[in-house]
């Protein structure tokens, strides 16, 4: 059981260039959520999908694209990266919506974008 | 909205010192509580959680006690290791929020010296 995990855990891109974060849960999670991490901030979330099939904007959802594939897998896309995207994304999921319900975090993928 | 605020850091303590890191929170309705924990180079995993007012979560020798009517959440523990050094997550979950989407607190890092 590897709960959540991410791919890949390092990343450097050029300004304008795009990429595809990667996620996936073997803990038959319903909802998966994706934030990042800057100093200072907490996380901010980004993107999160209830249930296979739906996707919504969280907090700072502009520059970025998700894609729940299946259950078990979420991605999220950036098209045209920018410096303010440098930060480490993490990847979450939980059982359900419920808000007692405990998220599970990836181990994060450190984006730095020149 | 609802938001979390928590000490700065870092926190530099002696190995069996005692650990408090304050948390205070702004919700409507009964959220839950989270405290989550970062080792270095790790993703976040739950430390402890109180899902109603009075409620106290306990995990690893930490505590942390759900007060509606100071609307707080503080993390302690009596006697920290080295291998406490971390950063602390406060975080919320409330219904007015996003399908459960956490709500974070900035981050406190704690530095535990021999």
């Known amino acids: 059981n590897a709960g959540v995990t991410q791919t890949p855990k390092f990343q450097v891109l050029k300004t304008g260039q795009s990429m595809t974060l990667q996620c996936a849960q073997d803990?038959?999670?319903?909802?998966m959520y994706w934030y990042r991490q800057d100093p200072g901030m907490g996380l901010r979330l980004i993107y999160y999908s209830a249930s296979e099939g739906t996707t919504d904007k969280g907090e700072v959802p502009n520059g970025y694209n998700v894609s729940r594939l299946n259950k078990r897998e979420f991605s999220l896309r950036l098209e045209s990266a920018a410096p303010s995207q440098t930060s480490v994304y993490f990847c979450?999921?939980?059982?359900?919506?419920?808000?007692?319900?405990?998220?599970?975090f990836g181990p994060g993928t450190r984006l730095t974008v020149l | 909205g609802n938001s979390v605020t928590q000490m700065e850091g870092p926190v530099t303590l002696s190995e069996e010192a005692f650990l408090t890191i304050n948390c205070t929170y702004t919700a409507t309705g009964y959220p839950s509580l989270f405290w989550y924990v970062q080792y270095p180079g790790e993703g976040l995993q739950l430390l402890l959680k109180a899902t109603k007012a009075d409620d106290k979560g306990s995990n690893k020798g930490f505590e942390a006690t759900y007060r509606k009517e100071t609307t707080s959440f503080h993390l302690e523990k009596g006697s920290v290791q080295v291998s406490d050094s971390a950063v602390y997550f406060c975080a919320l979950s409330s219904t007015t929020d996003s399908w459960g989407k956490l709500q974070f607190g900035a981050g406190t890092q704690v530095v535990v010296t021999p």
């Open positions: 803990m038959n999670h319903n909802s």
């Open positions: 979450a999921s939980k059982i359900s919506g419920g808000i007692t319900d405990t998220q599970y």
